[in-house]
């Protein structure tokens, strides 16, 4: 754990935030040229246009749990909880970490939740 910087994890998570909001900024772009493109090509692509809607809805569902995950880990960096697991309060791995920054549980917690749910 000595290894792991809070200040670089703290800039790791708001890269984290910039990535997907600027990702989100292109996705709404998208969907606009997905909007444009249906008047041109008419009814046929009015599945396509629900189907884009859809995953547009799904992505954004996602981003907004991914950003509150950022958050809470971002407020985890400020008290310095950071790294250490919710449910056991061993230190979480660096690797895990720098696989996924807004991890919550170490490595065994983790397994004993995806098997238990
Ligand atoms: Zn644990």
Do not use: W
Not at 29 to 34: E, L, T
Not at 45 to 62: G, H, N, V
Not at 83 to 90: E, F, H
Request: charged letters at 30%; aromatic letters at 2%; one cysteine or more.
């Amino acid at each position: 754990m000595a290894d792991l910087c809070p200040a670089d994890m703290r800039d790791r998570l708001l890269k984290l935030r910039e990535d997907l909001e600027s990702l989100a900024a292109m996705s709404e772009q998208a969907s606009q040229i997905v909007e444009l493109d249906q008047t041109r090509v008419g009814r046929l692509s009015r599945m396509d246009a629900l189907q884009a809607q859809a995953m547009a809805k799904e992505f954004s569902r996602r981003r907004e749990l991914m950003l509150r995950q950022i958050a809470g880990a971002l407020a985890r960096v400020e008290n310095g909880e950071y790294g250490i697991c919710q449910s056991c309060d061993d230190p979480i791995h660096e690797k895990r970490l720098e696989f996924d920054p807004t991890t919550l549980l170490c490595v065994q917690c983790a397994e004993r939740a995806e098997k238990s749910g």
